[in-house]
């Protein structure tokens, strides 16, 4: 569950990362991509453990938010799976994402 739930994130983040504020970035980065723990983050940031995990916690909850409102993830990953199949419907797909 926690593998699935850190590829899930990862790729929300990213789709809406660059909606997340700079230190969001950043912690998610550290503790999701660069596999730093939590202490650590705090020591490399000069705060607590505590404001790490609220931030991350935070930022965890605004790549869901975005998601379930506006479902991208959910889009491409639905476009992957079409263009795995017939290469016409796949040149289509690829016309209509490039003309909006």
Known sequence: MKLEKAIQLSS????????LTSRQQQVFRCYYF???????????????????KDCLDKAEKILLDYES???????????Q??????????????????ES
């Open 34 to 52: 660069d596999d730093i723990s939590l202490g650590e983050i705090a020591d490399i940031l000069g705060i607590t453990k505590q404001a790490v």
């Open 69 to 79: 409102k506006l479902k991208i993830g959910q889009k491409l990953e639905l476009e």
């Open 12 to 19: 929300l983040f990213d789709i809406y990362g660059t909606l």
């Open 81 to 98: 799976q079409v263009l795995s199949g017939d290469k016409a419907l796949q040149e289509k797909i690829k016309k209509i994402w490039k």
